[in-house]
């Protein structure tokens, strides 16, 4: 049974930072793709803010220069490391991890908040 849990979310103010980190258990298998997405509430869509995978690394122009993404393979883990945060960063952000065997899991969740 695999499990992907997330935390580091919280509060914080306008200009601040958070580190948001992912780990994977469980029989997962060897993991190619780690992303880290966010979803507001009342939308459906899930925005992709980072990720890493054999392909490099990426982000969405929303966050390019504030948020570094890093992963450890050894710990099947990715972190998110966000800076210069602002309310538009406030969202339930989710970890998704995909396996060279095209597995993929999510994780619950953990809710970022900005306040002004």
């Known amino acids: 049974h695999v499990q992907v849990v997330e935390s580091g979310g919280g509060l914080v103010q306008v200009g601040g930072s958070l580190r948001l980190s992912c780990a994977a258990s469980?029989?997962?298998?060897?993991?190619?793709?780690m992303g880290w997405f966010r979803q507001n509430v009342g939308k459906n869509e899930r925005e992709l803010v980072a990720?890493?995978?054999?392909?490099?690394?990426d982000y969405s122009d929303s966050v390019k220069g504030r948020f570094t993404i890093s992963r450890d393979d050894a710990k099947n883990a990715v972190y998110l490391e966000m800076n210069s945060l602002n309310p538009e960063d406030t969202a339930l952000y989710y970890c998704?991890?995909?396996?060279?065997?095209?597995?993929?899991?999510w994780g619950q969740g953990t809710q970022v908040t900005v306040s002004t």
């Open positions: 998704k991890i995909r396996t060279y065997g095209l597995k993929t899991y």
């Open positions: 469980g029989n997962i298998g060897t993991i190619n793709f």
């Open positions: 990720s890493t995978s054999g392909a490099g690394i």
